[in-house]
């Protein structure tokens, strides 16, 4: 097999330690909800989900049917939440794999009573309700005729409903993400004076899950937090601000690639494109294999830096497609396919996503979402992790 010229180390550990934190802030009543769309927010989804089940998470989120069937095909059993849309013609596929659906729409409601009728199977669904988001969301005017259809069809059962605070990681004044909370209250209130059980209302993402337990109900969707990053600076300083027992969150991604070329340049000359670089006296570059086609951000030319020998090497140049150039000259000893890190620890030092998203103008969220879609992932633990 190929070697991989770029890839993520998991790390299982931090990542069972990170759920076991939060389902530990929650009640005995509250499931967690480990959120692995996005490829498991770039870590891997299958390793994620793997390690998920066994820090104790009671459900799966993710955004489309395609990550749902993943899971189930491969042995998931926990119940699975998908988050996004479901396409009409997909619905069907959906409660045939025993996938939970968000529902957004007074179509996707007669679409998936069809489905359901057709199967013979129940239909669990989950109403996503608008209450100032204004992304994908059930308006109070559809509201009533999404009850009736859901009364109408004995294979439709509403399992649950929610919604999704619009700016609760960005600010520590939370006067709009509590406005939120009292409408999905007084939505949940009426729907149940409608006659009917709304078995899983929830609201809680990591940011409200760590700072307002109120907003906690039956399930809590745990996306960032468990990976091992706060949501924000906010976050966590509205934590300390509330006297919150902040969690020890553990970053789980360590990206990793290798040295493929060593050069010596002279002073005053360019490096990469658009000559944005040059030097101020002899140096000596590592090339490596990584670029903007691997998630590493064009913005980090000439701002970042990577990890060799556990010492910081700064980009020199532009981010190319596949590949970046750092300099070693204050490295000595650093030779061809020597171990990089571009994200996580090396040594005494560490590049975290907070660092890098900075350099890039942008929030840890993307940085590690877009880490090489096509680098393979691998679970390892403090035992089984390379020389790093």
């Known amino acids: 097999?190929?070697?991989?010229?770029?890839?993520?180390?998991?790390?299982?550990?931090?990542?069972?330690?990170?759920?076991?934190?939060?389902?530990?802030?929650?009640?005995?009543?509250?499931?967690?909800?480990?959120?692995?769309?996005?490829?498991?927010?770039?870590?891997?989804?299958?390793?994620?989900?793997?390690?998920?089940?066994?820090?104790?998470?009671?459900?799966?989120?993710?955004?489309?049917?395609?990550?749902?069937?993943?899971?189930?095909?491969?042995?998931?059993?926990?119940?699975?939440?998908?988050?996004?849309?479901?396409?009409?013609?997909?619905?069907?596929?959906?409660?045939?794999?025993?996938?939970r659906i968000t529902v957004s729409s007074i179509e996707s409601?007669?679409?998936?009573?069809?489905?359901?009728?057709?199967?013979?199977?129940?239909?669990?669904?989950?109403?996503?309700?608008?209450?100032?988001?204004?992304?994908?969301?059930?308006?109070?005017?559809?509201?009533?005729?999404?009850?009736?259809?859901?009364?109408?069809?004995?294979?439709?059962?509403?399992?649950?409903?929610?919604?999704?605070?619009?700016?609760?990681?960005?600010?520590?004044?939370?006067?709009?993400?509590?406005?939120?909370?009292?409408?999905?209250?007084?939505?949940?209130?009426?729907?149940?004076?409608?006659?009917?059980?709304?078995?899983?209302?929830?609201?809680?993402?990591?940011?409200?899950?760590?700072?307002?337990?109120?907003?906690?109900?039956?399930v809590a969707r745990v996306g960032i937090g468990i990976y091992g990053l706060w949501p924000s600076k906010e976050t966590y300083l509205s934590a300390l601000l509330k006297d919150k027992q902040t969690p020890e969150l553990q970053p789980a991604m360590c990206w990793k690639t290798i040295v493929v070329q060593i050069k010596q340049v002279p002073t005053g000359a360019y490096v990469g494109y658009g000559c944005s670089y040059r030097t101020t006296r002899p140096t000596r570059l590592a090339i490596l294999p990584v670029g903007y086609a691997n998630g590493y951000d064009r913005l980090l030319s000439n701002r970042g830096h990577v990890l060799i020998d556990g010492k910081r090497a700064p980009i020199r140049g532009r981010v190319c497609m596949n590949l970046c150039m750092v300099?070693?000259?204050?490295?000595?000893?650093?030779?061809?396919?020597?171990?990089?890190?571009?994200?996580?620890g090396q040594g005494k030092e560490r590049i975290t996503a907070e660092q890098m998203a900075a350099w890039a103008q942008t929030i840890n969220y993307e940085v590690v979402t877009r880490a090489d879609p096509h680098a393979p992932r691998r679970l390892v633990t403090k035992e089984t992790r390379g020389p790093s």
């Not at 300099?327 to 996580?344: F, K, M, Q, S, W």
Request: hydrophobic share 45%.
């Open 1 to 99: 097999m190929a070697q991989a010229l770029s890839w993520i180390e998991l790390d299982s550990q931090a990542l069972t330690h990170n759920l076991r934190l939060f389902k530990a802030g929650l009640s005995k009543d509250t499931r967690l909800m480990a959120v692995v769309k996005g490829e498991g927010y770039g870590h891997g989804m299958l390793q994620v989900a793997q390690a998920a089940a066994q820090g104790g998470a009671d459900w799966l989120g993710v955004f489309h049917l395609a990550e749902g069937i993943k899971l189930r095909e491969a042995g998931m059993k926990q119940p699975i939440l998908i988050l996004g849309y479901v396409p009409l013609g997909d619905l069907a596929e959906a409660i045939d794999f025993d996938l």
């Open 327 to 344: 300099d070693i000259t204050d490295i000595p000893n650093v030779a061809l396919e020597n171990e990089v890190v571009l994200l996580g």
């Open 109 to 218: 409601i007669q679409t998936a009573a069809l489905a359901a009728k057709k199967s013979g199977k129940t239909a669990f669904l989950h109403l996503k309700v608008e209450t100032g988001t204004h992304r994908l969301g059930l308006d109070k005017e559809n509201l009533e005729q999404a009850l009736t259809l859901i009364d109408e069809q004995p294979l439709l059962e509403l399992e649950g409903a929610h919604t999704h605070f619009a700016n609760i990681e960005d600010t520590t004044e939370h006067d709009y993400a509590k406005e939120q909370l009292e409408r999905f209250k007084q939505i949940i209130g009426h729907i149940r004076k409608q006659g009917f059980q709304v078995p899983l209302p929830h609201t809680a993402c990591t940011a409200a899950a760590v700072l307002f337990p109120e907003t906690h109900f039956a």
